[in-house]
C-alpha cells in the first residue's frame, strides 16, 4: 500500500515539473529580458505662483541612478530640461519662464543614464499677470499728522482678499536720508509711527500683493505721492492773549486742535475793545508758508475781520508781516506768508476789527511750514 502511495506522489510532481515549463514557454515570448526599470519619481510636487512664470519644487529621492527630468506642459508640447547635477541637496527648484496668464498642469518625468523613464507625476499650479494685476488697488489712506517730530500715519482698508500683504512707505528723515519702511497689513486699520521725518517733504507708498499661499513674485500697486504734512505741531507750544473771557474760553483752546472749542476776548463786567491779540510761542524757529484760521460757529458775533500777522524773535518787539481779512463764514480759512518773512519763533495775531466793535474770537489757529 505505501508503495503505491509514493508511486503516485512521484507521478504528481513530474506533471506538475511538465506542466509549468510548458507554460513558461507559452509565454517567453513577452517576457522583457532583465525586467523594465523604473526610475524614481519626483516625490512631493509644489508649484510657487510668480509674475509671467512659476518656481517648480520637488524632491529628486533616493534612486541613485536618476540624472536628469522634464517638466511638460500643454499636453506635452512644451517641455523644460532639468539635470539634476545642477542642483545640490534632494530639492529641486526650477524656474518655468515665459508663461501666459492661467493655471496650467505640469507633468514631470524621471530619466536614469540608460534612458528608463519613471512614471508621471502631475501638480497644477498658477502663472499670474497682466490681469491680476489690473485688480490691485492700493490701500486706503485716511490721515497723515505729526506727533513729536514723526510722522503718524492713519492707514484705512486694504485688499486681503485679493492678496495684499504690507504697507511700503518712503520718506526723508530730518538727516536728509530717504527711510524705507514695509509694514506687514495685520488690521483693515492701523496707525503707525515714522520716526524722524523731515515736516513738509514727500512722502510715497505702495501696496504689496502675493496672489497665492505660494508665491514665488510680490505684486506691487504704483507708487502715490504725498505732499507731506506742513503743519507744525502745537504739542510744546504756549500762548498768551491780550485779553480772555476765562472759564472755558482761555487762550489755550485757540491751540487745542479742537474747533468746538475757542478763545473769546473779555466779556465781563464789560467787554474790551480792539485791537484784540493772540501771541504764539512755537519753542523752535520755523520758516511759515502759510496760515489758518477757524472763527468759533458758537460766536459768530464775535468774528475777527482784519487782523496783522506779527513776528518776533524774542516775544517782546513785533513786526508787522502782513494784513489780511477774515471772512463771516464757518470753516478754515487760509492765508498766505510772504515768502521773504524769514523764520521765526513767534507770532501774532493781532486783530484791529470785527463784527462786533468789541468781541473777538477764535477757535483754532495753526502754521504751516514753507516747502520750498
Known amino acids: 500500500m505505501k508503495k503505491i502511495f509514493y508511486s503516485f506522489m512521484l507521478l504528481s510532481v513530474l506533471l506538475s515539473f511538465v506542466s509549468c515549463k510548458d507554460m513558461d514557454g507559452t509565454y517567453e515570448e513577452y517576457i522583457v529580458p532583465n525586467g523594465r526599470v523604473y526610475p524614481g519619481v519626483a516625490k512631493n510636487p509644489v508649484v510657487y505662483a510668480g509674475k509671467n512664470r512659476v518656481q517648480l519644487q520637488w524632491l529628486k529621492g533616493k534612486d541613485p541612478t536618476t540624472v536628469r527630468a522634464e517638466v511638460y506642459w500643454n499636453n506635452y508640447t512644451n517641455v523644460f530640461k532639468v539635470n539634476y547635477s545642477d542642483y545640490e541637496g534632494d530639492t529641486i527648484r526650477c524656474i518655468i519662464p515665459d508663461l501666459a496668464e492661467n493655471s496650467y498642469s505640469f507633468v514631470i518625468r524621471s530619466f536614469n543614464e540608460a534612458g528608463d523613464i519613471s512614471v508621471p507625476t502631475e501638480v497644477i499650479g498658477w502663472a499670474r499677470g497682466e490681469n491680476y494685476q489690473a485688480i490691485l ?7 497723515a499728522s505729526l506727533e513729536d517730530g514723526n510722522l503718524v500715519v492713519a492707514w484705512g482698508l486694504a485688499d486681503l482678499y485679493n492678496g495684499a500683504i504690507a504697507t511700503e512707505i518712503e520718506y526723508t528723515n530730518t538727516n536728509d536720508e530717504i527711510v524705507n519702511v514695509w509694514n506687514p497689513i495685520k488690521t483693515n486699520a492701523d496707525t503707525i509711527t515714522y520716526e524722524n521725518y523731515k515736516i513738509g517733504s514727500e512722502f510715497k507708498y505702495r501696496t504689496a500683493f502675493v496672489s497665492d499661499s505660494l508665491v514665488v513674485d510680490t505684486f506691487y500697486t504704483s507708487w502715490v505721492s504725498n505732499p507731506g504734512v506742513a503743519k507744525i505741531p502745537v504739542t510744546n507750544w504756549t500762548i498768551t492773549a491780550s485779553t480772555t473771557a476765562g ?3 482761555v487762550a489755550e483752546s485757540a491751540i487745542d486742535n479742537d474747533y468746538k472749542t475757542y478763545w473769546h476776548s473779555k466779556i465781563s463786567p464789560l467787554p474790551t475793545a480792539y485791537p ?14 502759510h496760515l489758518e484760521l477757524i472763527r468759533p460757529q458758537d460766536a459768530a458775533n464775535s468774528t475777527i475781520y482784519d487782523f496783522i500777522l506779527q513776528y518776533s524773535q524774542d516775544g517782546t518787539v513785533w513786526t508787522d508781516i502782513q494784513s489780511y481779512r477774515m471772512e463771516d463764514v464757518d470753516g478754515v480759512q487760509s492765508f498766505d506768508i510772504p515768502a521773504n518773512a524769514g523764520e521765526t519763533r513767534y507770532f501774532r495775531i493781532y486783530a484791529v476789527n470785527g463784527k462786533d466793535s468789541k468781541k473777538a474770537a477764535l477757535a483754532e489757529i495753526a502754521v504751516f511750514l514753507a516747502v520750498e
Request: net charge negative.
Open 276 to 289: 484784540h491779540w493772540l501771541a504764539i510761542d512755537m519753542k523752535e524757529s520755523y520758516k511759515l508758508g
Open 247 to 249: 472759564g472755558a474760553y
Open 137 to 143: 488697488t492700493n490701500r486706503d489712506f485716511d490721515d
